[in-house]
């Protein structure tokens, strides 16, 4: 039994239309979230689930290109596509990573599994509350956790944002949270949602030395703040 990350990628964003294959910095913005998600040494493997659309063939084949698994279900029932890729290749839990997160931080990713891991947590998380930016999401979640909250919910708001019933009955399941330490990521955004964010994602990237999928998050959050054009705060 194992510990994967599965990346949720589709084509079909409203706002920014195939943003997840759209260039960031001479590469697609999904390949720095595989390559930040090829850093997190305590996941046994990475796989990007997308949906059985032909619109979201790209994602399969740039997956292939990368030398790397990808997973076909169900495209609005995000839940079950994650319990089914889990259960397919067998993980006693995953990490769950947008495909719009370039920035998240495969540290805190390795820190998340380790507290899953050793107190055998329902959910491990950095979203309950919020303290982190928006685009460095991370949630460990056990695979017969993810079952029990299909199975207990026919919400379509809880089968699209597969966290919602667990959080909403809080409760019921062993939940850790670890809150940031520093104030500057408050209501920070570094997703990429829309044209305004791929260009702020942009420039961030070209003002630092390293390499994007090297940047640690104190040097990103940095760049953010002095950003020049619009807010970079949470939306």
């Known amino acids: 039994m194992t510990t994967g990350i599965i990346v949720f990628a589709r084509m079909d964003s409203r706002r920014l239309p195939g943003k997840v294959l759209i260039n960031l910095c001479g590469r697609p913005i999904l390949g720095h979230v ?15 689930a997308t949906s059985r659309r032909s619109i979201d063939d790209p994602i399969v084949e740039f997956v292939a290109q990368e030398g790397m698994k990808s997973y076909r279900g169900d495209a609005l029932d995000v839940a079950s596509r994650a319990l089914a890729c889990a259960i397919a290749h067998d993980y006693k839990r995953f990490v769950r990573i947008t495909g719009d997160s370039p920035f998240f931080d495969p540290g805190l990713a390795d820190r998340l599994i ?8 329902d959910v491990a998380t950095n979203v309950f509350p919020r303290s982190y930016p928006v685009g460095t999401s991370i949630e460990v979640i056990a695979t017969h956790v993810m079952r029990r909250a299909i199975e207990s919910s026919d919400d379509l708001q809880d089968r699209e944002h597969i966290t919602r019933y667990i959080y909403r009955n809080a409760d019921e399941f062993s939940i850790h949270n670890v809150r ?26 070209k003002q630092c030395d390293e390499l994007p999928h090297l ?10 703040k002095a950003w020049p054009g619009e807010s970079t705060t949470q939306r």
């Not at 595989?34 to 990007?48: F, M």
């Open 34 to 48: 595989l390559d930040r998600a090829r850093r997190v040494e305590r996941a046994d493997e990475v796989v990007v």
């Open 114 to 121: 380790e507290l899953a891991q050793k107190h055998d947590l």
């Open 180 to 205: 940031a330490q520093s104030h500057r990521y408050k209501n920070l955004h570094l997703a990429v949602d829309n044209a305004d964010d791929l260009r702020r994602c942009d420039w961030i990237v």
């Open 215 to 224: 940047l640690p998050l104190e040097a990103i959050v940095t760049a953010a």
